[in-house]
Structures are given as C-alpha cells and as structure tokens.
C-alpha cells in the first residue's frame, strides 16, 4: 500500500508508524524560522542550486519528520517523484515546519523565508517553482501571494506554483468524528492509557491550522458546525492579497477523480458502533443531507444520551476526493477508523464492518473547482472552466490523501519541464 507524503492524524494516532528508513542526508540543510529546509541537488548540476523546486510539507502534528517525507516522495512503490525530478535536472528542496498545526500564515512566513533563502543560494537566473502537499499547498499559495503584494518583500521569482490535493476550498473532518474525539477527551482525558491520545488528537482538531482548513468546525460537543473565526479571518486575509498569485502558472493535482463519481460510501449510514465497558449504544453515521442526527454518544455510567445533529450540510463522506489515510497494517487508521480505534482502547466492543475512511480533500476543493457546501457541485464532472488552476489533472480513482502516483506525480514533473 502506497505512504501519502502527508498523514493526516500522524505520530498522535494510536498504532502508528513510529519510524521510517532514514532518509538520504541532504546535500544542505537551511534552518528557517519556523521550520528547515533539505536540499538536494540534481546529480546533473554538480552540487549546486540551479533549478530549484520547493516542495511544502503539509497538516499533522509536531514538526515535520524528513524520513516520512521522503518515504512518501520517494519509497512509496509507485513513483520515484525526485528522482524524476532530478533526472529532468531541477533540485529539490523539502521544506519542514517546526509546528505543523500552527496557522497557515505563520508557516508562509517560513515558506517566504526558504523562498528567499533559494534565491540568495541559485545559481543562474532560472525561476524557482513552488507548492506544497495538503495544506503546503496552501501555504506556498499565501507565500506567493504576499510577496508579491508587500512592497517590503522582494520578488519571488518563481514561474511555478503548484498544488496536490490542497484544501483550496476547504477541508472535511467529519461532524461525527470532531464530537466523539472531543466528547472521549472531555470524560477520559486524563487516563493515563488513552488520554494522552485523546488530548492530543482533539488539540489537533482544534488547531490553528485545523480551524483555518476546515469547512465546518466544532471545538466543542453541542456547537454549530461552520466555519471558525480563524478561518473567516484567513479567507479574509487571502483576498486581500489578491487570492492567488498572479505572476504565475498555476497548476494542481487532485487524488480524486473527476468525473463526479463518489467513492462508494453512502449517505447515512452506519459507519461505527459499540458497546461495552464506558460506551452503551454508541455511534457515529456518514454525513447525509437535511437534518440528520450524526451522532449518539453514551457514557455506561450515564443515564442520558447526546445526540449531535447537523443542518444544512452536503453528503460530502462520500464525495470524490483524496481520501483520509486508508487503514493497513501499519496501525494507520481513517476518519470513521480513528473513532473506532479509540472507542476500543475505552474497553468496548465495536461492532464489524466499520467504514473506516471518507472523503477528506474533494476533488473540487483541490481544484478550486466549486463550493464544497454544495452537493450538487460535489458529485459533477470537473471541467477546465470550473477551476481557477491553470491546468490540473485528477486521479483516475479516488485515493488516499497526498498518495504520490506516476499519474499524478509524472505530469507535474513534465508541467515543470515545460517551463
């Protein structure tokens, strides 16, 4: 099964992965504010930085961890994407956040940092091409975007932006899964066996860059789902800049398909359940469009049940789109999956058939193709003048979230040829 470049719940999730092969040393290391960049050059330019692209790390917890990048670029089984880019003789410089959850425009200031940084160490005149993975996309976009419109920061110079499966129009962290996380930290977060995930996981959702991502958002159980502030603020603060860059070309990539065919996982349904030792009767269901209850949590030792209920919000679980981290053997589990790990560790009984994953990233959000609150505009073919990309191409099936793929991966690299 293929690593994405990006995990989702990364080292805070039960049972994940705790190492991964060393990563190659880099040819040079630049320590940023905020964050470092690893820089290797192509075998072709003798060591030197001559046709630099940037590529930005995306949304998890802690700091960005250089041997699970590279393991999803590079050791993934499917494509050697900087190989590739090397063999095409452009040098490829990984850029790390010191705090992959903090606010999007504090990371950009890293990002213009490592921008400025590549500009000071090229050789030659060559443009830079920048983007990111996930959120890095996001982020490299804001970057972009304020260096060309704050007379105090210098050019960028990049002929290049680039995006794959970047929440362009949001992110879904499903209703359901957001109130258990929080509901479990709030009557168990202090055991000493699953608190600590707990804690961690719910500070994760409630994260600056969570809040700035997600579509809807709740930091507590019993709240209306929409947008946070920060988020509000950030769409805000993009606009002013303009929106995108302008200087550009900008292309992107999406792990879903684009043809409006969903993923499978039906409105409504059932997706985890258990009982036992803290938890009677308790479960979560796909998102489903009206009115629907998402959510019933139960504590054993309690009388009254909560319901948690939605209005207004699309069946988006089964939209096209990158989806969360598919569970394997690693211990790596989904959106439906982490709440079913989790509801197991409390000492219940969950029942089989759990659907484990749902969409996180639709196609249409990566694309800047639409507005995610719309259903209609979730499920329909994708066409160029949907987007506000440039150029973009989508997966012939809907993935893992950041799943590098020769498909994806070997048109970008001829998109950075091209330039």
Same mark, same amino acid.
């Given at each position: 099964? @293929?690593?994405?470049? *990006?995990?989702?719940?990364?080292?805070?999730?039960?049972?994940?992965? @705790?190492?991964?092969?060393?990563?190659?040393?880099p040819? /040079?290391?630049?320590?940023?504010? =905020?964050?470092?960049?690893?820089?290797?050059?192509?075998?072709?330019?003798?060591?030197?930085?001559?046709?630099?692209?940037?590529? @930005?790390?995306?949304?998890?917890?802690?700091?960005?961890?250089l041997?699970?990048?590279?393991?999803?670029?590079?050791?993934?089984?499917?494509?050697?994407?900087?190989?590739?880019?090397?063999?095409?003789?452009? $040098?490829?410089?990984?850029?790390?956040?010191?705090?992959?959850?903090?606010?999007?425009?504090?990371?950009?200031?890293?990002?213009? $940092?490592?921008?400025?940084?590549?500009?000071?160490?090229?050789?030659?005149? +060559?443009?830079?091409?920048?983007?990111?993975? #996930?959120?890095? &996309?996001?982020?490299?976009?804001?970057?972009?975007?304020?260096?060309?419109?704050?007379?105090?920061?210098?050019d960028?110079?990049?002929?290049?932006?680039? @995006?794959?499966?970047?929440?362009?129009?949001?992110?879904?962290?499903?209703?359901a899964?957001?109130?258990?996380?929080?509901?479990?930290? $709030? !009557?168990?977060?202090?055991?000493?066996?699953?608190?600590?995930?707990?804690?961690?996981? #719910?500070?994760?959702?409630?994260?600056?860059?969570?809040?700035?991502?997600?579509?809807w958002?709740?930091?507590?159980?019993?709240?209306?789902?929409?947008?946070?502030?920060?988020? *509000?603020?950030?769409?805000?603060?993009?606009?002013?800049? &303009?929106?995108?860059?302008?200087?550009?070309?900008?292309?992107?990539?999406?792990?879903g398909?684009?043809?409006?065919?969903? !993923?499978?996982?039906?409105? &409504?349904?059932?997706?985890?359940?258990?009982?036992?030792?803290?938890?009677?009767?308790?479960?979560?269901?796909?998102?489903?469009?009206?009115?629907?209850?998402?959510?019933?949590?139960?504590?054993?030792?309690? =009388?009254?049940?909560?319901? *948690?209920?939605?209005?207004?919000?699309?069946?988006i679980?089964? +939209?096209?789109?990158?989806?969360?981290?598919?569970?394997?053997?690693?211990?790596?589990a989904g959106?439906?999956?982490?709440? +079913? *790990?989790l509801?197991?560790?409390? =000492? !219940?009984?969950?029942?089989? /058939?759990?659907?484990?994953?749902?969409?996180? %990233?639709?196609?249409? #959000?990566?694309?800047?193709?639409?507005?995610?609150?719309?259903s209609?505009?979730?499920?329909?073919? %994708?066409?160029?003048?949907?987007?506000?990309?440039?150029a973009?191409?989508?997966?012939?099936?809907?993935?893992?979230?950041?799943?590098?793929?020769?498909?994806?991966?070997?048109?970008?690299?001829?998109?950075?040829v091209?330039?």
């Amino acid at each position: 099964m @293929s690593t994405p470049v *990006v995990d989702v719940w990364g080292p805070v999730a039960p049972g994940a992965r @705790s190492s991964y092969p060393p990563a190659p040393e880099p040819h /040079d290391e630049w320590s940023l504010a =905020g964050g470092t960049a690893w820089v290797y050059y192509s075998p072709l330019n003798r060591r030197q930085l001559i046709r630099p692209v940037i590529l @930005s790390d995306g949304f998890s917890s802690g700091s960005s961890n250089l041997d699970q990048l590279w393991h999803g670029l590079e050791e993934n089984g499917d494509y050697r994407f900087v190989s590739e880019l090397h063999a095409a003789g452009r $040098d490829v410089i990984i850029l790390g956040y010191s705090d992959r959850m903090a606010s999007i425009t504090d990371n950009a200031d890293t990002a213009i $940092d490592c921008i400025r940084r590549a500009i000071s160490e090229r050789v030659g005149r +060559a443009k830079l091409v920048v983007g990111g993975f #996930s959120m890095g &996309g996001l982020v490299t976009r804001y970057a972009l975007a304020k260096m060309e419109q704050d007379p105090a920061l210098p050019d960028h110079e990049t002929s290049l932006y680039l @995006s794959y499966d970047s929440p362009h129009h949001g992110a879904w962290f499903p209703i359901a899964v957001q109130a258990f996380t929080h509901f479990a930290t $709030d !009557n168990w977060g202090d055991d000493p066996n699953v608190g600590p995930y707990l804690r961690q996981l #719910s500070g994760l959702l409630n994260s600056p860059a969570a809040r700035q991502m997600a579509r809807w958002h709740i930091e507590k159980v019993g709240e209306t789902p929409q947008p946070a502030p920060e988020r *509000v603020a950030f769409l805000q603060e993009l606009d002013e800049l &303009g929106g995108w860059p302008r200087g550009v070309r900008r292309i992107g990539v999406a792990n879903g398909v684009d043809t409006g065919v969903g !993923n499978g996982i039906q409105a &409504g349904a059932r997706a985890v359940r258990c009982n036992g030792q803290t938890l009677r009767d308790t479960w979560l269901n796909t998102q489903a469009q009206g009115d629907p209850i998402v959510a019933r949590l139960h504590k054993t030792d309690d =009388g009254e049940p909560i319901s *948690v209920r939605t209005s207004g919000l699309p069946d988006i679980d089964g +939209a096209p789109g990158g989806l969360f981290t598919v569970p394997s053997p690693a211990g790596d589990a989904g959106s439906f999956g982490m709440a +079913a *790990v989790l509801m197991a560790l409390l =000492g !219940n009984t969950v029942d089989p /058939d759990v659907i484990g994953t749902s969409c996180f %990233i639709p196609a249409i #959000s990566a694309l800047a193709a639409g507005d995610i609150n719309d259903s209609k505009a979730l499920y329909r073919p %994708i066409t160029p003048d949907h987007s506000a990309l440039d150029a973009f191409v989508c997966a012939g099936r809907n993935e893992g979230h950041t799943t590098m793929t020769e498909e994806l991966g070997a048109w970008i690299v001829n998109e950075i040829v091209a330039q």
